[in-house]
């Protein structure tokens, strides 16, 4: 009751702001609710690490998500207007046993932030649901983190295969900035050795690209399996033992570690793996340059997108058409 109350007070306070229509809100896409299988039958290596079993149906009301992670751009915006602190160092690429290290960097540092059209990183589970409660005060709508049920639901957009174009693995390059061959080769030259496996094909990308440059799936979302993983509500459990059966964020009975842990989905361009059911896990004040960004979903009617969406989109067509000819000139 206390925090619907202090919700509702600041959309109260944030109405002008809202009316002024200058806030960059991310374009929504509505999903129709139903039932689907979620969780997928092949067990994960790692006894701790989170698995994608058993599979079980789960009923998704009607919702809204985002069709591109947020940006840097956004997020810079959110900065600008707050003077909200995220942390100075991430995880990082290293010459290490773990092949990574922490280090001094941030979302807006060049290495991980070429351009305002990349998906932030470095930012912490903490950091993107500070960005959307700010979001919501500003603009009177509810924005959040998807559920991870919402999430998967949204992802497999009414597909039953590994992927949301189907079974394929060597057409997973079209949809989505994963682990590839060029990308695989620039992580070994930072890690000094070859490290994981990549994807037999190429994307274009060797670490995070602009959003939007990949196939979108069939409810026209863009990078939902690769470029950033993507923070989720719930936090970490290792298998859906016990899930909720509603769509709704599972945030009770978390499994224990050392910190809170939280649930990211869709692997990043460090990533081989990225079929739609596989889960990951980060701490909830935990930033990585190593591929962990986020996008959000919105309950409630679909309301008319502000003018700021239509500016954005304009935007992004230049932004990935420059990003086109900036591949022809590599090549």
């Not at 995220?86 to 046993?97: I, P, R, V, Y």
């Not at 957009?157 to 080769?185: E, L, M, W």
């Amino acid at each position: 009751m206390q925090s619907t109350l202090l919700f509702s007070l600041a959309l109260m306070a944030s109405t002008g702001a809202a009316a002024a229509g200058s806030v960059a809100e991310p374009p929504m896409v509505a999903i129709k609710g139903g039932t689907f299988a979620m969780g997928g039958t092949i067990p994960g290596p790692d006894k701790d690490y989170p698995t994608d079993q058993p599979v079980h149906d789960v009923r998704v009301a009607s919702f809204q998500m985002a069709k591109y992670e947020v940006t840097v751009g956004e997020f810079r915006q959110f900065i600008e207007a707050t003077g909200h602190q995220t942390q100075k160092d991430c995880w990082k690429f290293a010459s290490t046993e773990w092949g990574m290290d922490m280090g001094p960097g941030a979302w807006n540092t060049p290495a991980y932030a070429p351009g305002d059209y990349h998906p932030v990183m470095c930012v912490t589970w903490k950091d993107a649901t500070a960005y959307a409660t700010w979001l919501s005060a500003q603009t009177g709508k509810p924005y959040r983190l998807p559920s991870e049920a919402e999430w998967e639901y949204a992802a497999r957009a009414a597909s039953k295969t590994d992927y949301p174009f189907g079974d394929d693995a060597s057409q997973v390059c079209r949809h989505a900035n994963i682990r590839d061959i060029s990308g695989s080769k620039a992580i070994a030259a930072i890690i000094g050795r070859a490290g994981k496996k990549p994807a037999v094909c190429e994307d274009g990308a060797e670490f995070t690209t602009v959003v939007g440059m990949y196939e979108p799936n069939a409810f026209g979302l863009y990078d939902m399996i690769g470029n950033v993983g993507e923070y989720v509500a719930d936090c970490e459990h290792l298998n859906y033992e016990g899930a909720p059966a509603d769509g709704s964020a599972w945030t009770a009975n978390c499994h224990k570690r050392g910190s809170p842990m939280k649930m990211h989905r869709g692997g990043s361009f460090s990533s081989r793996e990225a079929r739609t059911v596989v889960r990951g896990h980060a701490g909830d004040e935990n930033p990585s340059s190593i591929g962990e960004g986020f996008r959000l979903a919105l309950g409630g009617p679909v309301l008319p997108q502000a003018p700021a969406v239509a500016r954005f989109e304009a935007e992004l067509v230049t932004a990935r058409a420059a990003e086109r000819e900036r591949r022809k000139m590599v090549k």
